[in-house]
């Protein structure tokens, strides 16, 4: 059974920094892209960043852009977004995601995706 | 980038109804590279459809998506109780960003 379990949430200060991890388990995980996701309190979805299989490309949504991170161990089937110069609407449940699919130069939906980690930016 | 509209915000059915949910994009999705997931208060979105019609494992058959182009549909047929929940549209393809709808609750009426 395929599975991901973020950690590293927690509460931090306006322009502070917090990393995210996500253990995956239970498929190839070098074979996969994966992405980031995020829900604000009471409030839809949006994708944040996403890396290939390999861990040499990342991308990233431009509210992100410049501030976060995505990057994965391969060796480790783990998958990391640290996140600096936080802000308040930064607030949200984190979730990684695996890309549905492998090497077909598509970006897939997701699926399985996370329980998700939160993340408050708070003073 | 592709812009995805949903409608309507909410839905109140009562179970046993019909439910059809809209996905509008601002721009044609290439080879209907569109998915919809469904989730439920502090849980994970689940995976309904991708492939604007394909269900996914273990969906029922009352769920279904059809269209192309710019519009795209999910329907539920004969709602149960535990269909109540939000709908998400997400637009995928071979470059980025991804785009979800902003969702459609599906309530008990």
């Known amino acids: 059974e395929m599975q991901l379990l973020e950690s590293g949430g927690g509460l931090v200060q306006p322009g502070g920094s917090l990393r995210l991890s996500c253990a995956a388990s239970g498929f190839t995980f070098r074979r996969f892209a994966m992405s980031w996701v995020r829900q604000a309190p009471g409030k839809g979805l949006e994708w944040v960043s996403a890396?290939?299989?390999?861990?040499?490309?990342?991308h990233y949504a431009d509210s992100v852009k410049g501030r976060f991170i995505i990057s994965r161990d391969n060796s480790k089937n783990m998958l990391y977004l640290q996140m600096n110069n936080l802000r308040a609407d930064d607030t949200a449940t984190y979730y990684c995601a695996k890309d549905a699919q492998n090497d077909n130069g598509v970006w897939d939906w997701f699926d399985p995706w996370g329980q998700g980690t939160l993340v408050t930016v708070s003073s | 980038e592709i812009v995805l509209t949903q409608s309507p915000g909410t839905l109140s059915l009562s179970p046993g109804e019909r439910a059809t949910l809209s996905c509008r994009a601002s721009?044609?999705?290439?080879?209907?590279?569109l998915a919809w997931y469904q989730q439920k208060p502090g849980q994970a979105p689940r995976l309904l459809i991708y492939?604007?019609?394909s269900r996914a494992t273990d969906i029922p058959d009352r769920f279904s998506g059809s269209g192309s182009g710019t519009d795209f549909t999910l329907t539920i047929n004969r709602l149960e109780p535990e269909d109540f929940a939000v709908y998400y549209c997400?637009?995928?393809?071979?470059?980025?960003?991804?785009?979800f709808g902003q969702g459609t609750k599906v309530e008990i009426k």
């Open positions: 997400l637009q995928y393809g071979k470059s980025l960003p991804f785009a």
């Open positions: 721009q044609s999705v290439s080879n209907s590279y």
């Open positions: 492939g604007a019609s």
């Open positions: 890396t290939g299989g390999g861990g040499d490309d990342a």
